[in-house]
């Protein structure tokens, strides 16, 4: 059972515009959340994080957006450039509690910004 | 500060063999995390090491084992290879924010089994 899901596997958006990555979890336990951008042949780059008690931060381009009561979360980036094209990775992970769990990853969504 | 580094970056073996990545955490970092990619699976949390000790494990059989050395550094085992072990094996060592731990990612080692 996945806990942590990307719909769109991919989603294409033109420069200039706002980009909108989704991710939803089904684990009331996760406390912690983190995006990643990836490209081919390199491992994940952190990108930006949120935690329960907060619903919304942000840090320059990118924004995450937190609704607990939907387990939903979603990037935005605005404004697209093309560098921004690369697979994002929502993850999540419980609240540590005297140890550390491991982050539960999404599918990705594969971000294609047009020209 | 100089990122994650995993070696080697890439390696062939054969059904049966056993193989041993390394993992160098960003200087100052004591936790280290592995995952394994693959196509179909995505991202999966393999097991965590903090100073020496195994404190997180995932839900992979014991063919995968790990250790962390004094200085942080980590290997991750593999034995008795099968050909759904070819994958991009991640390390990650991890950093401590206000809210919690957020943890930077290596270039993986891709091995491949045949």
């Given at each position: 059972d996945q806990q942590v899901k990307q719909n769109s596997p991919s989603l294409s958006v033109q420069e200039g515009r706002i980009s909108i990555l989704n991710c939803d979890y089904t684990n009331s336990m996760f406390d912690y959340f983190l995006w990643y951008k990836k490209y081919?042949?390199?491992?994940?780059?952190?990108?930006?994080?949120?935690?329960?008690?907060?619903?919304?931060?942000?840090?320059?381009?990118?924004?995450?957006?937190?609704?607990?009561?939907?387990?939903?979360?979603?990037?935005?980036?605005?404004?697209?450039?093309?560098?921004?094209?690369?697979?994002?990775?929502?993850?999540?992970?419980?609240?540590?509690?005297?140890?550390?769990?491991?982050?539960?990853?999404?599918?990705?969504?594969?971000?294609?910004?047009?020209? | 500060k100089a990122g994650v580094t995993q070696t080697p970056r890439y390696l062939i073996k054969t059904r049966g063999q056993q193989v041993t990545l390394s993992c160098s955490p960003i200087s100052g970092h004591r936790s280290v995390s592995w995952y394994q990619q693959t196509p179909g699976q995505g991202l999966q949390f393999l097991f965590e090491y903090f100073s020496e000790t195994q404190r997180n494990k995932g839900n992979f059989p014991g063919r995968f084992?790990?250790?962390?050395?004094?200085?942080?550094?980590?290997?991750?085992?593999?034995?008795?290879?099968?050909?759904?072990?070819?994958?991009?094996?991640?390390?990650?060592?991890?950093?401590?924010?206000?809210?919690?731990?957020?943890?930077?990612f290596g270039p993986g080692t891709r091995l491949l089994v045949l």
């Open positions: 081919p042949a390199e491992g994940p780059t952190f990108l930006i994080s949120i935690s329960s008690i907060k619903d919304k931060n942000e840090d320059g381009r990118f924004t995450v957006f937190l609704n607990k009561s939907a387990k939903h979360l979603s990037l935005h980036i605005v404004p697209s450039q093309p560098g921004d094209s690369a697979v994002y990775f929502c993850a999540a992970r419980p609240r540590s509690g005297g140890g550390a769990d491991g982050l539960t990853f999404g599918k990705g969504t594969h971000l294609i910004i047009q020209p | 084992s790990g250790r962390q050395f004094s200085n942080s550094r980590s290997e991750m085992n593999v034995s008795t290879l099968e050909l759904g072990d070819s994958a991009l094996y991640l390390c990650a060592s991890s950093q401590m924010r206000a809210w919690g731990e957020t943890q930077y």
